[in-house]
């Protein structure tokens, strides 16, 4: 098994923190590195664990609907895997002295997959309908920042913002929304009509979406980036498990396998002409904890939790220890922006200090306490276990209770988690991982009820200071309160793992789990 | 026998609005809606998850939304999906057709491989050719379906290199591919069904062959054949019927897990992606058509019965 390095991936990544007054398209850094032997041509099917519910990416949340409509739809910015906004249908990003206007100067030539050619009004009109809350775009919350957008001329945007926002270039990137053409958001069936028809301005175009079965994209003939992308087609074959997917690669029926447990792999290494790899990835496997709930409500109840928990031995349980154990920070961002581990409070287990803790807080006895995991999520049920051992040995009696994801994603949105797994990821910015989870409302959703007045100063902060120093240092001090006040225990970040065939060249897996490698990858 | 067949139509009707009712209920008692599922983990604020339940309509009461969608329902209309935006008929139409088609191949391979045996293991009663059927059975009947498919998988991988393609295609669009992907979930079904099949026949052949008129047939010195199959099949095939109508509601029942295991994008793997995603017409309407499916094969079964025995017609 090949085994991708973090730091080869992150070399660029403190150099990324800093936010210069003028961001340049470098056009060769999109979309990771290009291969001078590829070939155009050729049809690929990709065996996806996941099913995209719609392609919606102005309304649907879904990491899977991610993952396969950033080929098909671009924002402004592309995520770049070392933490970079790289400026994508932008040509180039200035910001003002103070921070609070932003102007993009946009590529010209660009066409939507409709034919019509891309001008800032298309782009003014998809970011207002993005951030407009009564469209209902998950998004919205993350750009609440901006006051109005302009279109001076036809090849220039203007974001006019009521605080300055450093993360606004990577909350411009392809997680929610995208550039479509004006008007065509207005239709109310404009979500579902995006099943049948793509208009984006991504290297793929939709073909065919059969739900339950596949989708089919195929490549964008006017793409705007010479020479890309070069396969032809690229099916997504929804698998119904992994052992399947295995079997599929095997018999060659798939090219390519994202796996989302490591060890269902394993079987794998050994097969000639296949190929197992394991990426850095922008990931967590969490613990999230209700500071309304039951004894969560006293800190001290939730910092005995987190110093009787041994996050490696977890880690080991749930992901046959293919992942890495962090802080309070993802894998792929820890370089950039993580706080050593050994800097953080309660992260070494610690029981002596957990069972005084509990004592003081009044449960000399212990606690018992319910812990959510989530049907489906495989990962969860062995971790539970070694969870529940390891809480017991601190008189915390866990009992864990299993619901069904759309149980689950109710609870949390209702802000009524209780004591629950979390698996979720980020775009590579800090204020984008914390910021909607732990801001107070109404700025943020604060899902976890922690309503902390110095986290939310920092997070503001954060957001709003340009010098990359200064930045980090906020990030520093705001780690360190949530690893002191523990709303969350961050475990461990599981690497993510694919599987291809020999015929598919130059895939590179990026840190979000999104099939942006596609667009380099050809077929021999 | 038209009184028959309105008096089945009577109370199929009842027991469909019945029907119609509890599952729209039991969607709504299901915490989490599509808005939560749209929003995920998004911090998106109040209003917008309000902008969502008004456009789905989700912020009527549930009495209005009741009546509206069964008015809408009766009149032929089973509404769009709320992810797909597709009419529920043509996605449940489009199901069916791939459920339909396991359906009836695992019918058919069951039946062709069940009713022999168990025929045969009711004719050579106590003897080891019985046994040997009915340890058959009792493994088919044992072994669950899910267990049995995966085995099939990953069997035919490893000792024949060979697995089925993932991608559904229609009979019409490439027949290679969609008797290629059919191969082993009806192998998967049929063996269970075929196991059914085995114990019920030689239960009723068992019976069958102890009765006086079988005795009667023997002495009359008629050939082994003709007491088989003119004297004794004859009579079997009554309570046959009534199975075979059974056996195709629980393999119509029962293709969820296939579906699941397999790919294939029939009316189970519909239910249950709309359930998983909260999508309330889908789940209403696919629900709806399976309990008149139902109700339709039990009819039938009833009609068959009455045209096998004259007396049933009275």
Known sequence: ?524 | MIALIARRLGSAAVAALLSALAVFLLMRAVPGDIVAQMLGQSGSDRSAEAALRGFFGLDRPVHVQFLDWLGRTLAGDLGASWYQGRRVTAMVAEAFGVTLELGLVTLLLATLLGVPLGMLAGIREGTRLDAAIQGFAMLGLSAPVFWVGLMLLVGSAAFLDWSPPFVYRDFSDDPADNIAILILPVLSLALLQAAAYAQFVRGLMVAELRREHIRTAVAKGLSPRAIYFKHALRNVLIPLTTFMGLILVQILGGVVVIESLFSLPGLGRLILSGLQGRDYPVVQGALLFVVLLAIGVNLLVDLLYAVIDPRLRR
């Open chain 1, 1 to 524: 098994m090949i085994r991708i390095g973090r730091r080869g991936i992150l070399a660029a990544g403190l150099a990324a923190t800093a936010l210069p007054r003028v961001l340049r398209a470098e056009d060769d850094l999109l979309y990771g590195a290009g291969d001078p032997q590829a070939r155009r041509g050729g049809r690929v099917t990709i065996g996806s664990l996941v099913e995209p519910p719609a392609l919606d990416p102005f309304r649907q949340a879904a990491d899977a609907r991610i993952r396969v409509s950033v080929l098909m739809y671009q924002g402004l910015f592309y995520e770049d895997e070392s933490g970079t906004a790289r400026p994508l249908l932008a040509r180039e990003a200035r910001v003002s002295e103070d921070g609070k206007s932003w102007t993009f100067a946009l590529r010209q030539g660009v066409k939507f997959h409709t034919g019509q050619t891309m001008s800032s009004t298309d782009v003014k009109y998809s970011y207002d309908f993005m951030r407009d809350t009564s469209k209902g775009s998950p998004g919205a919350g993350d750009l609440s920042s901006v006051e109005a957008i302009e279109a001076p001329d036809p090849h220039s945007v203007v974001f006019r913002l009521s605080r300055p926002n450093a993360a606004l270039p990577m909350t411009l990137t392809n997680k929610y929304g995208a550039v479509v053409p004006a008007g065509f958001l207005d239709d109310a069936n404009s979500g579902t009509r995006m099943n049948e028809i793509s208009v984006g301005t991504g290297p793929f175009k939709l073909r065919s979406f059969r739900p339950n079965s596949a989708l089919v994209m195929e490549r964008f003939a006017d793409y705007w980036q010479q020479g890309l992308p070069h396969l032809d087609e690229v099916t997504f074959a929804v698998m119904p498990n992994s052992a399947a997917m295995a079997v599929a690669l095997q018999s060659r029926r798939i090219d390519l396998g994202l796996f989302s447990r490591p060890q269902d792999t394993q079987a794998l290494g050994n097969v000639p002409g296949l190929q197992v790899r394991r990426w850095p990835s922008l990931n967590q496997k969490s613990l999230d904890l209700d500071c309304n709930y039951g004894s969560l409500r006293d800190v001290r109840v939730r910092q005995a939790i987190a110093l009787a928990i041994d996050k490696k031995t977890v880690m080991d349980a749930a992901i046959a220890g293919y992942g890495q154990v962090i802080g309070t920070m993802v894998a792929g961002m820890q370089e950039a922006w993580g706080v050593p581990l050994d800097e953080l409070p309660n992260q070494r287990v610690d029981l002596d200090r957990a069972r005084r803790l509990l004592a003081e807080s009044g449960h000399p006895d212990g606690v018992e306490i319910d812990l959510t995991t989530i049907i489906g999520y495989d990962w969860m049920d062995p971790a539970a276990l070694a969870i529940a051992e390891q809480l017991r040995r601190v008189n915390i009696r866990a009992n864990i209770r299993r619901v069904e994801l759309g149980v689950w994603i109710r609870n949390f949105r209702a802000r009524e988690m209780g004591f629950t797994f979390n698996d979720w990821g980020t775009t590579p910015d800090p204020s984008l991982l914390y910021y909607r989870h732990f801001r107070a409302a109404p700025q943020g959703a604060d899902f976890r009820n922690w309503n902390n007045a110095r986290a939310s100063a920092l997070l503001d902060r954060g957001q709003e200071v340009s010098d990359p120093a200064e930045r980090k240092r906020i990030y520093a001090e705001f780690q360190k309160l949530l690893a002191e006040e523990a709303p969350t225990i961050m475990m461990f970040s599981s690497d993510l793992l694919t599987v291809n065939t020999a015929r598919l060249h130059n895939y590179r897996q990026h840190g979000t789990g999104w099939y942006f490698g596609l667009i380099r990858a050809w077929a021999g």
